[in-house]
Structure formats: structure tokens, C-alpha cells
């Protein structure tokens, strides 16, 4: 008998303009000791699913139309909710998406760690820390002695997230459902949580089901994948299968969407644009004579027109060379040269009117764009502070910038909670672009995207770089998305830069043991070895 029997399950949500079908009838089961992913793009139905079958689903909207999900031969869809408090975070756990919302402000991670070992497993108090600690210490977490005693504010939102994994399988569960568990994780961690899952697995006979939107990233441990498209399922079968011969049309957008490493590195003549000597960025607590050195002596050359791809873990220090370039974070020391003009000895106005060469593109789009504010107002706002275009000429510049990054002109009085992720993300680079910069800086701006919006995103990037001449730093910790789009790749860690050269000298013979490390840690590589035919 399977662990989990999901029989015709059927989903739907009533909103203003009358019931939405969120998942059409499926079917699939997930046995002991295996990994079934459910992959498919947002608002396939594939996280709704889940979340129905543990009593998680608002009601309403949102009902059950239909179906069954039998787990160990009780029907889930029929339990009380006193029956599934007893059967989740115990036989059930799951780890959510986004752990900020999940993880309690008030309470210490320690705390929250072993409150299900309590509940469920009457366990001493010293006997449940001393858990908590080990798993924390296997999640990957630094010192977890001391972690043991933080709240979720005082950690990077990979480090929640890991917390968030060892808090679900604390219990040792029976099924463990995974939605999106490495989505914010460096490549490296998300190898390390991926291949604890799977050990786990082995080790306790855990069935596991794990929602993700990336093929890559199950490629390797899946034993069986179920392709999902507008709340239907529409292939499953076991990974060599879905990667070497896919059916369904979707399926294979989706594999084709995986970034491509075909991109050869632009070799022209040297002409540099951007040149950083000895730069420091070093942060000072009150509570540490030791600062953060979270850029270290760092030089680097940019040349014009070139892609810079800048890799490594959270903490490495990419993000932050990145806004010291802009001038966004306090440099402590060194020089940085943007076309023969020293940015470090420039401030005020002088600052202010360099701005106008050199732009960012932000990682989350729904923080850095103003919620009071529509996308004319967004748009409009940088064109008219440097003084670009006159208010007669507005409009058809704002026209222009929604033609350039593909969206509809009549969007422009929408505001930015009225778009998906990868329309958010769109406005950001029409907003970056408004100012014509010689250089963006482009932090992770793809990696909460869906794997076919992030192809769109990475094309726009490069045919806008290709008609607008620009110069790109392009943050990433994802290896795979880093190959596609630059010419040539930097590798940053602990804050050094500790390689440089084109796409392929670091994959084809890396040198330093990091870049080795995190070349390693890529995602669906046997997989992704062989040619994939349609």
C-alpha cells in the first residue's frame, strides 16, 4: 500500500469574478522510502494541493470539490481538524516557502524547535535542545549552539529557511512535503538540504513529496516527477523519462527554459569602464571589536559592454561590492574608477548627477517598487529628477521604456501588487533603464522566478544589453543562470575575490578548491549531462 494515495482530487476558489478551478482532478501517490516532485510553474496547483490535503486552505474561498488522499489508509480530505493537528508537524511535516512568515518573531529558534518534540514526543526539555542543536548543526547552520538562542531577525532569510527544514524533520516524520525548500539556499546549501532530504529518506523510510518549480533541482534525487499545468497534471514518470523523452508540450517548455551553458564568452578589446583597486567594505558592531569584513581587499576590472557574472554563498560579499560600486554602502577604503572619475572622493550633487550613469536592479521587486506608487508614477520618477525628458515628452518616453521590457502600455496606472513576480521584476529594469545608464548592477534579479519566466528575464537582460551597449555586474548564486548570461565570471569568497576568467576556463578547469566546491554542488548534473531530446 503506498504511503500517500491521491485519488481525482479536485480544488476550486470563488472570487469576484465566480469559481476559479485550481486543481483538476489528479492522481498520483507517493510511496515509503521514495521522493515524488511535483514541478510546474506558480498557479499550476501544485502548492495548493498540498496544502488542501493538511487542512491548510482557507475555506473560504477556497473548497474541495472532489477526491481523496488517503495516507496510511485514513482519507485526509475527511478528517476533523482536531484529527490533522494530531497527524501534522508528527506523522506529517512540511516545509513552507517562505520562512519569515512561518517562523514566530517572539519566540527563539530554539524554542520553536522543540516545541513539536514536546508536543508530540513528550521529550525533556534538555534531551529536545540537544536534538534541536544537532539537527541544526546537520541543516547546515554556523554555530548552532549560539543559533539555538537568536530569533528569525537576526538571521539571512537561508539561514530562516534552514531552520525552518530542521523544525520538519525534527520529528522524524513519516511524509515529509517539501514546497519550494531551496528556493532562497546558495547552491552549495541547497546541495547540502537536497542530499539530507534524500539521506533521511534512505535512513527512516520517509516518503517524501517536494514541490518545486526548477526540473534541475530534482532532477537528481526525484524518483518520480508529475509535471503540473493549470491545476493538471499532464505528465509524470520516472526523471530519465521526463528528461530524455517528455510528451507533453509543457514538459518540454519547461526542460527547455533549464539555462543553457552555450553561451560563449564575448573575447573584444579591452576597454575598461569600471576599475576597483584595494576596495574594503568592513561593517562594525557594537557588541565586536572584529568587524564584518564583508569586502576584502578586493580589485577587479570591468570592461565596456561586458557581463560580469559575480558568484558565491550568502555572506560572500557579491551583493555588497555590488552597492559599494554604486556608492549605496559605506566604503571603508580604496578606490573605484568609473570612466577615469574616482566615485570613492565624489558626494552631494557631484554624487548625485554620476547616478544617472549607473543603475541597480534589486533581488525583490515588490520591496524595492513603491506600493502607493502606479508604474507611470515609477517610470516617471527618475526620467524627470535628472531632468531626461520634459513633461510634454513624458508619456511617450514611459511608452517606449513598457515596449522595451515587453509589457503591455496599457499597464502603466496599475499598481505593483496588481502584477506577477516576473512582471514586477520587469518594471524594476524599465525603471533601471529609464536614466539610459552605461551600467546596471543586477542583484539576483531571477532567483525567485519561475524557470520559464527567468529564461524571459535572463533573454530581456541580454538583447537589452545588446541594443543599449550596457555594461552589467550580474549577482547570482546560481551557477547555472551565471553561465548563460556572462561573459566573464568573478568568484567571490569570504569577502576576496578568489577567481576570474571566461564562462569556460572556470567551468572547464576551476582552480580554486571554492570554485571547485560550488561547481560541484550544481543542481541536476547527471541529468542534465546528456543531450535532452524533445
Same mark, same amino acid.
Given at each position: 500500500?503506498?504511503?500517500?494515495?491521491?485519488?481525482?482530487?479536485?480544488?476550486?476558489?470563488?472570487?469576484?469574478?465566480?469559481?476559479?478551478?485550481?486543481?483538476?482532478?489528479?492522481?498520483?501517490?507517493?510511496?515509503?522510502?521514495?521522493?515524488?516532485?511535483?514541478?510546474?510553474?506558480?498557479?499550476?496547483?501544485?502548492?495548493?494541493?498540498?496544502?488542501?490535503?493538511?487542512?491548510?486552505?482557507?475555506?473560504?474561498?477556497?473548497?474541495?470539490?472532489?477526491?481523496?488522499?488517503?495516507?496510511?489508509?485514513?482519507?485526509?480530505?475527511?478528517?476533523?481538524?482536531?484529527?490533522?493537528?494530531?497527524?501534522?508537524?508528527?506523522?506529517?511535516?512540511?516545509?513552507?516557502?517562505?520562512?519569515?512568515?512561518?517562523?514566530?518573531?517572539?519566540?527563539?529558534?530554539?524554542?520553536?524547535?522543540?516545541?513539536?518534540?514536546?508536543?508530540?514526543?513528550?521529550?525533556?526539555?534538555?534531551?529536545?535542545?540537544?536534538?534541536?542543536?544537532?539537527?541544526?548543526?546537520?541543516?547546515?547552520?554556523?554555530?548552532?549552539?549560539?543559533?539555538?538562542?537568536?530569533?528569525?531577525?537576526?538571521?539571512?532569510?537561508?539561514?530562516?529557511?534552514?531552520?525552518?527544514?530542521?523544525?520538519?524533520?525534527?520529528?522524524?516524520?513519516?511524509?515529509?512535503?517539501?514546497?519550494?525548500?531551496?528556493?532562497?539556499?546558495?547552491?552549495?546549501?541547497?546541495?547540502?538540504?537536497?542530499?539530507?532530504?534524500?539521506?533521511?529518506?534512505?535512513?527512516?523510510?520517509?516518503?517524501?513529496?517536494?514541490?518545486?518549480?526548477?526540473?534541475?533541482?530534482?532532477?537528481?534525487?526525484?524518483?518520480?516527477?508529475?509535471?503540473?499545468?493549470?491545476?493538471?497534471?499532464?505528465?509524470?514518470?520516472?526523471?530519465?523519462?521526463?528528461?530524455?523523452?517528455?510528451?507533453?508540450?509543457?514538459?518540454?517548455?519547461?526542460?527547455?527554459?533549464?539555462?543553457?551553458?552555450?553561451?560563449?564568452?564575448?573575447?573584444?578589446?579591452?576597454?575598461?569602464?569600471?576599475?576597483?583597486?584595494?576596495?574594503?567594505?568592513?561593517?562594525?558592531?557594537?557588541?565586536?571589536?572584529?568587524?564584518?569584513?564583508?569586502?576584502?581587499?578586493?580589485?577587479?576590472?570591468?570592461?565596456?559592454?561586458?557581463?560580469?557574472?559575480?558568484?558565491?554563498?550568502?555572506?560572500?560579499?557579491?551583493?555588497?561590492?555590488?552597492?559599494?560600486?554604486?556608492?549605496?554602502?559605506?566604503?571603508?577604503?580604496?578606490?573605484?574608477?568609473?570612466?577615469?572619475?574616482?566615485?570613492?572622493?565624489?558626494?552631494?550633487?557631484?554624487?548625485?548627477?554620476?547616478?544617472?550613469?549607473?543603475?541597480?536592479?534589486?533581488?525583490?521587486?515588490?520591496?524595492?517598487?513603491?506600493?502607493?506608487?502606479?508604474?507611470?508614477?515609477?517610470?516617471?520618477?527618475?526620467?524627470?529628477?535628472?531632468?531626461?525628458?520634459?513633461?510634454?515628452?513624458?508619456?511617450?518616453?514611459?511608452?517606449?521604456?513598457?515596449?522595451?521590457?515587453?509589457?503591455?502600455?496599457?499597464?502603466?496606472?496599475?499598481?505593483?501588487?496588481?502584477?506577477?513576480?516576473?512582471?514586477? /521584476?520587469?518594471?524594476?529594469?524599465? @525603471?533601471? !533603464? *529609464?536614466?539610459? %545608464?552605461?551600467?546596471?548592477?543586477?542583484? +539576483? #534579479?531571477? $532567483? =525567485?522566478?519561475?524557470?520559464?519566466?527567468?529564461?524571459?528575464?535572463?533573454?530581456?537582460?541580454?538583447?537589452?544589453?545588446?541594443?543599449?551597449?550596457?555594461?552589467?555586474?550580474?549577482?547570482?548564486?546560481?551557477?547555472?543562470?551565471?553561465?548563460?548570461?556572462?561573459?566573464?565570471?568573478?568568484?567571490?569568497?569570504?569577502?576576496?575575490?578568489?577567481?576570474?576568467?571566461?564562462?569556460?576556463?572556470?567551468?572547464?578547469?576551476? /582552480?580554486?578548491?571554492?570554485?571547485? @566546491?560550488? !561547481? *560541484?554542488?550544481? %543542481?541536476?548534473?547527471?541529468?542534465?549531462? +546528456? #543531450?535532452? $531530446? =524533445?
Amino acid at each position: 500500500m503506498s504511503l500517500l494515495s491521491v485519488d481525482n482530487l479536485q480544488i476550486s476558489f470563488s472570487t469576484r469574478n465566480g469559481i476559479s478551478t485550481a486543481v483538476n482532478g489528479i492522481s498520483f501517490t507517493v510511496e515509503k522510502n521514495q521522493i515524488t516532485a511535483i514541478i510546474g510553474e506558480s498557479g499550476s496547483g501544485k502548492s495548493v494541493s498540498c496544502y488542501a490535503m493538511l487542512g491548510l486552505i482557507p475555506s473560504p474561498p477556497g473548497r474541495i470539490d472532489g477526491g481523496t488522499a488517503l495516507f496510511e489508509g485514513k482519507d485526509l480530505l475527511s478528517l476533523s481538524e482536531d484529527e490533522l493537528r494530531k497527524i501534522r508537524g508528527r506523522d506529517i511535516a512540511m516545509i513552507f516557502q517562505d520562512p519569515m512568515t512561518c517562523l514566530n518573531p517572539f519566540m527563539t529558534i530554539g524554542d520553536q524547535l522543540i516545541e513539536p518534540l514536546r508536543l508530540h514526543k513528550n521529550m525533556g526539555k534538555a534531551d529536545a535542545k540537544a536534538r534541536a542543536i544537532e539537527l541544526l548543526d546537520e541543516v547546515g547552520m554556523r554555530s548552532p549552539a549560539q543559533c539555538f538562542s537568536c530569533y528569525p531577525h537576526e538571521f539571512s532569510g537561508g539561514m530562516r529557511q534552514r531552520v525552518m527544514i530542521a523544525m520538519a524533520l525534527i520529528n522524524e516524520p513519516k511524509l515529509l512535503i517539501a514546497d519550494e525548500p531551496t528556493t532562497a539556499l546558495d547552491v552549495t546549501i541547497q546541495a547540502q538540504i537536497l542530499r539530507l532530504i534524500a539521506d533521511l529518506q534512505n535512513s527512516h523510510d520517509i516518503g517524501v513529496l517536494l514541490i518545486s518549480h526548477d526540473l534541475a533541482v530534482v532532477a537528481d534525487i526525484a524518483d518520480q516527477i508529475i509535471v503540473m499545468e493549470r491545476g493538471n497534471l499532464v505528465e509524470k514518470g520516472e526523471p530519465k523519462a521526463i528528461f530524455e523523452n517528455a510528451q507533453h508540450p509543457y514538459t518540454q517548455k519547461l526542460l527547455d527554459a533549464i539555462p543553457s551553458a552555450e553561451r560563449a564568452s564575448q573575447e573584444g578589446a579591452s576597454d575598461p569602464l569600471i576599475e576597483i583597486s584595494s576596495l574594503r567594505t568592513w561593517f562594525y558592531s557594537d557588541n565586536s571589536q572584529e568587524p564584518v569584513k564583508a569586502v576584502d581587499d578586493v580589485s577587479l576590472t570591468i570592461n565596456r559592454g561586458e557581463i560580469l557574472g559575480l558568484v558565491g554563498e550568502s555572506g560572500s560579499g557579491k551583493s555588497t561590492l555590488g552597492r559599494s560600486i554604486l556608492r549605496l554602502a559605506p566604503i571603508t577604503d580604496g578606490t573605484i574608477t568609473f570612466d577615469g572619475t574616482d566615485l570613492t572622493q565624489l558626494s552631494g550633487a557631484a554624487l548625485k548627477g554620476f547616478r544617472r550613469r549607473m543603475q541597480m536592479i534589486f533581488q525583490d521587486p515588490f520591496a524595492s517598487l513603491n506600493p502607493r506608487m502606479t508604474v507611470f508614477d515609477t517610470l516617471a520618477e527618475p526620467l524627470l529628477l535628472h531632468n531626461i525628458v520634459d513633461r510634454k515628452g513624458l508619456d511617450n518616453a514611459i511608452q517606449r521604456l513598457m515596449d522595451d521590457v515587453g509589457l503591455a502600455r496599457n499597464f502603466v496606472r496599475k499598481y505593483p501588487h496588481e502584477f506577477s513576480g516576473g512582471q514586477r /521584476q520587469r518594471i524594476a529594469i524599465g @525603471r533601471a !533603464l *529609464a536614466t539610459q %545608464p552605461e551600467f546596471i548592477v543586477a542583484d +539576483e #534579479p531571477v $532567483s =525567485a522566478l519561475d524557470v520559464t519566466i527567468q529564461a524571459q528575464i535572463l533573454e530581456l537582460l541580454q538583447d537589452l544589453g545588446r541594443e543599449h551597449g550596457l555594461t552589467m555586474l550580474f549577482v547570482s548564486h546560481d551557477l547555472a543562470v551565471i553561465r548563460q548570461i556572462a561573459d566573464h565570471i568573478a568568484v567571490m569568497y569570504h569577502g576576496k575575490l578568489v577567481e576570474r576568467g571566461t564562462a569556460a576556463e572556470i567551468f572547464g578547469s576551476p /582552480q580554486d578548491p571554492y570554485t571547485q @566546491r560550488l !561547481l *560541484a554542488s550544481i %543542481p541536476g548534473k547527471k541529468s542534465l549531462a +546528456e #543531450p535532452i $531530446s =524533445a
